[in-house]
């Protein structure tokens, strides 16, 4: 079963204004040179273009996908294997800045497991109910806060 990240408005803007910022880093450079070599402009382009389109690949392809032994988070070329097993907590999280995350919304869930680097993977699946439902199937002896 696969889950598509939630993206919410506040999410759209922060990556608006990354976007802008990548812009104006690598273009006005361009703009305001006037005696710019044909291989400056190439490079800055590139850069422009391989920065955003990493962004929004990262940003655009993340998903939850349950398989039978693990939850598979996914997004871009970042990914993590998390047995069910090594679940031990999830709660909601509006912390969407610091810490692991593959999440596009401001409202997440945070789930524990024993193996994570950083402690925990924050998340935003787009039917959050589906997916605790789906989660709860597979690990029985986690401990859900409150969503």
């Known amino acids: 079963m696969t889950f598509r990240s939630k993206i919410d408005a506040y999410f759209i803007t922060f990556i608006v204004i990354a976007i ?18 044909t291989s400056t402009i190439v490079i800055m382009l590139s850069i422009f273009l391989f920065s955003v389109g990493f962004l929004l690949w990262s940003i655009f392809s993340i998903k939850y996908i349950f398989y039978e ?14 047995a069910y097993q090594e679940i031990t907590k999830i709660a909601p999280t509006k912390d969407i800045f610091t810490g692991y ?12 497991y024993k193996s994570a680097t950083l402690g925990s993977v924050k998340i935003s699946p787009e039917e959050t109910e589906r997916f605790m439902s789906e989660i709860r199937k597979r690990c029985p002896h986690i401990q859900i806060s409150s969503l």
């Open 20 to 37: 802008l910022f990548i812009g104006i880093v690598t273009i006005a450079p361009l703009i305001i040179d006037k005696e710019i070599t």
């Open 69 to 82: 032994d693990y939850l598979l988070v996914k997004g871009g070329p970042f990914k993590s294997k998390i």
């Open 101 to 112: 995350r593959l999440l596009t919304s401001k409202n997440g869930i945070e789930i524990f």
